[in-house]
């Protein structure tokens, strides 16, 4: 039997119960939510679950009349315990770390939240495994297979069956149950075609043209599937240059083993192979560098930046006080040209520091440039957000 590795994430959700009277946690299904949950104690209601439903329904009053955690998973599937909550917190306003609150569609949950429970709240979301909670030595594997903890992180075996049948449950059951108006073959489809465009520039006329649907639909589809955790639209950076910019959002499937299952791919061998593997090590990264943002509860906008002369920064990362212009290439051996190239785009966009991120063995650093390999990038962050 797996142990459970411990989850970054827990120190924050454990901070917050002590600041807030209830905690959401959300992200993809399958991440681990439920896992990391029961290790926080408290009564656990599992409320997709008729006979759970039924159970909190008929303990509720003697539930919130004393102290102690419940522990509400899959809570948007009942929005009627979102009105119970506000009037338990509010008898007892002072009262911190009453209730926790599992959720795997934040449309619908962050709904439901801002409606009845606004200022009572936090929300940490947690994601599949990232580097710094596996450590170094399970780069690759990480990158091939993703971070699902049932996934093939942990068993290999398990990879890619896993993540075609977790992608065949989501577009039949799970996406249309939280609203996705779309059929489940059409779901499958722009599952597949989002592969086939992980990185790019996001086309909602051309993605809705293959599917024989106008770019509103496919757009408003995109929406469910940005608020399911499986993507991730980037954001450009838009700066007063004199040089015509990109202004399109970049797409990026959050998961690189639910992208490489899209996409026939079950070995590294395979991966390397692939024209594209250069884009999935770019989608990785910048997931890797976010997981551990949010981990740590640091407050961060995430942008790309690109120019029409193909100078750009893959991620630019915004503190407030202070911004970072990253580029990410898939080389053990990058160049002083890279370097430099990264340096000119920075100089536009005003960067603090420039980051050059690869699978370097050597990294260096020197002003306020640094040349690093993911581990050293992530170390970077966690002691930026410390």
Same mark, same amino acid.
């Given at each position: ?28 299904? &399958? ?13 656990? =209601?599992?409320?997709?679950? !008729? ?10 009053? !003697? ?31 002072? !009262? ?59 068993? *290999? ?29 059409? /779901?499958?489809?722009? =599952?597949?075609?989002?592969?086939? /465009? ?9 993605? %809705? ?78 997931? &890797? *560098? ?14 790309? =930046?690109?120019?029409?002369? &193909? ?15 990253? !580029? ?11 370097? *430099? ?25 020197? %002003? ?8 050293? =990038? ?9």
């Amino acid at each position: 039997m797996q142990t459970m590795r411990p989850r970054a994430v827990q120190v924050q959700v454990r901070r917050n119960l002590r600041r807030y009277p209830a905690v959401a946690l959300v992200g993809p299904r &399958q991440c681990g939510k439920t896992t990391l949950a029961k290790t926080l104690g408290g009564a656990y =209601f599992d409320l997709e679950d !008729e006979a759970d439903a039924l159970r909190l329904d008929l303990a509720w009053d !003697e539930l919130t009349a004393r102290r102690g955690l419940v522990v509400l998973d899959e809570a948007q599937t009942r929005p009627e315990v979102f009105r119970r909550m506000r009037v338990a917190i509010d008898r007892r306003r002072r !009262e911190k770390g009453r209730f926790l609150v599992l959720g795997s569609v934040s449309p619908t949950l962050m709904r439901e939240v801002s409606e009845s429970l606004a200022g009572r709240l936090a929300i940490v979301e947690l994601t599949p495994f990232f580097l710094d909670e596996l450590g170094p030595s399970a780069l690759d594997a990480l990158w091939l297979r993703g971070g699902f903890p049932d996934g093939g992180i942990q068993a *290999a075996a398990a990879f890619p069956d896993w993540q075609r049948h977790y992608l065949a449950l989501l577009a039949q059951r799970d996406l249309p149950a939280w609203g996705l108006p779309a059929k489940p073959q059409t /779901t499958e489809r722009l =599952f597949r075609m989002l592969a086939a /465009t992980h990185g790019a520039p996001w086309n909602a006329s051309a993605i %809705g043209q293959s599917l024989a649907l106008n770019y509103q639909t496919v757009n408003g589809y995109m929406d469910y599937l940005e608020g399911a955790f499986l993507l991730r639209r980037l954001r450009p950076f838009h700066a007063n240059i004199g040089k015509r910019l990109v202004k399109s959002p970049k797409v990026y499937w959050r998961d690189t083993g639910l992208l490489h299952a899209l996409n026939g791919v079950a070995t590294m061998d395979a991966l390397l192979s692939k024209p594209w593997a250069g884009v999935s090590w770019e989608g990785f990264v910048i997931e &890797q *560098a976010l997981a551990r943002l949010g981990a740590s509860g640091r407050e961060c906008d995430a942008y790309y =930046f690109r120019t029409s002369d &193909q100078y750009e920064c893959d991620l630019v990362l915004d503190f407030g006080g202070e911004r970072w212009a990253c !580029e990410i290439k898939l080389t053990s051996d990058p160049k002083p040209d890279d370097l *430099a190239r990264l340096n000119r785009a920075a100089d536009w966009i005003a960067a603090d520091r420039r980051i050059l991120i690869s699978r370097t063995r050597r990294p260096a650093e020197s %002003g306020r440039s640094a040349s690093l390999n993911l581990a050293g =990038f992530l170390r970077r962050l966690r002691h930026t957000a410390a």
